[in-house]
Structures are given as C-alpha cells and as structure tokens.
C-alpha cells in the first residue's frame, strides 16, 4: 500500500436535470463494530459452525446470533435475512483506479459490494484519491433505492482502520449528475444514509392518503427504462496514520419495490 408512479417519476427527472446547489446529507443512523475480543470470539464460532457444526453447543449457536444480531454490518452482511436484495441487485462495479494486488490480496472495486467486510476497495493514484470513484450500475427493471450503507476505512481490525485513509465527504451523481454530498463520520463501522428528496408537503400529503410514498426514491423499477448508474467519488478524506489509500470495506443499498 502507499504510505504515510408516473407523477414521481416526472419529478424524479426533473429532479436530475436540475442545476442546484448540492444537499449535504448526514447519516441518518450509525453502528460501531464489536470489539476486537467479541470479533476473535465470532470468528471462532463461525469457524466451528462451518467445520463442526454438529459438535457445537446450544450456548455457543446462542452467542453466533447475538454476536451477529449485535453488529448491524455483521447482520446486513451474513444473516441472510431478507432485505431490497431478495429483489434487487447491482449489475456492474467498476472504479476510477484501485490498488495492484499484494500478494493474495487484491484491491477490486467488486470488494466493495462483496458483502464481505474483510476485502476492501482502495484506490490506486498517488496521494489520498481525492477525485477518484466507484460506480454502481443498475438494471432499469431494479428496485428503486433509497439508502446507501457505508462501512468506510479497512474495518476489518482497528490498527487497519487507523493505518489506512476513510472517505470524510463523497459526492454521489445519478444520472450523470451531481446530487447530493454525504458528511460521513469517522467511525469504524457502517453508517446509512438516505438519498430520497421529499415531495413538497401539498404533494406528500396526497401521496399519503393515497397510500404512496411521500418521496423520490432513486431509479426507475421499469423493465422497459434502461440501466442508471450511481457513482461515489472521494471528495475529502480523513487521513490515515501509515497509509495514504483511501479505503471503502463495503457500500451497499437498501430501496422499496421489493415486498
């Protein structure tokens, strides 16, 4: 690494083409990662419940679930519950740059929306990335999205997290355009934000009592629309102790349309 409905829809496209002066978005919730002596003890079990399963204690499937059920990134990644994926998805993950590969680890833009929170995407200029990207693309028939769940920095240890660069500010642009700015926080764990503009209030108040959603959701949900892109590109950052890469562990999506 380097060191040191029809309605909607037409709003949601003038929304687009609209020059404005972009919104910051703050995170709408946050959630740290278990300590490194409860992740030891989850990796543990985990590793037992893959390779002994049938040895393993009532007790200890108990302490698996409340580990996970206790970490918000650990539930959204491997719990297999249901969620936007049971209906949605990402087509294609592309970045501006990333790191060459050390060894057996590799630095892909696919790292970053592998729902495994160990691989990371870094990207790969010199400096802390300012201006660099990574790209999301979406079928046109996908649900509509509505957050967006960050695990920024290398959260896999902290002494990782702290070595390495985080995104501190990230423009995100749909459709070609600029749309809005997340202020994330410099926190080692995940932090949703939530990307939907409100209708005004005379049209929310409508769509309410005609059981609509009272905002624009991100996409089209239309097989017959073509595919749309979300991009995220690395405004400002907070430095790392050791490393200049800028590091995103996971960023992934949650919407409507789905049940």
């Known amino acids: 690494m380097k060191k040191i409905a029809l309605a909607a829809t037409l709003a949601m496209a003038a929304l687009a083409g609209q020059a404005q002066e972009l919104r910051h978005i703050q995170p709408e919730d946050v959630d740290l990662m278990p300590s490194e002596a409860v992740m030891k003890e989850y990796y543990a079990l985990r590793a037992k419940e893959e390779k002994e399963a049938d040895k393993m204690t009532e007790a200890e499937f108990q302490r698996l679930t409340e580990i996970?059920?206790?970490?918000?990134?650990?539930?959204?990644?491997?719990s297999g519950y249901c969620s936007w994926y049971c209906g949605g998805d990402v087509k294609r993950v592309t970045a501006s740059s990333h790191l060459k590969s050390q060894g057996r680890?590799?630095?892909?833009?696919?790292?970053?929306?592998?729902?495994?929170?160990?691989?990371?995407?870094?990207?790969?200029v010199p400096g802390?990335?300012?201006?660099?990207?990574?790209d999301y693309e979406f079928e046109g028939a996908c649900p509509r999205v509505t957050h967006v769940s960050i695990a920024s920095g290398h959260v896999k240890t902290q002494a990782a997290w702290e070595a390495n660069s985080r995104p501190k500010q990230i423009k995100v642009y749909y459709l070609g355009k600029p749309y809005a700015i997340l202020d994330l926080q410099d926190i080692r764990g995940v932090q949703w934000f939530d990307l939907t503009t409100p209708l005004p209030p005379a049209e929310a108040k409508k769509a309410e009592e005609n059981n609509e959603y009272p905002f624009i959701a991100l996409g089209y949900h239309d097989p017959d629309k073509p595919s749309w892109h979300l991009r995220f590109e690395i405004m400002e950052v907070y430095p790392g102790t050791k490393y200049e890469d800028t590091v995103i562990s996971e960023l992934y999506f949650d919407g409507i349309d789905v049940h």
């Open 68 to 78: 996970m059920e206790g970490s918000a990134l650990l539930t959204d990644l491997y």
């Open 105 to 124: 680890f590799n630095y892909l833009p696919q790292n970053a929306h592998d729902f495994d929170h160990e691989s990371v995407w870094a990207e790969g």
């Open 128 to 134: 802390q990335g300012i201006g660099q990207w990574l």
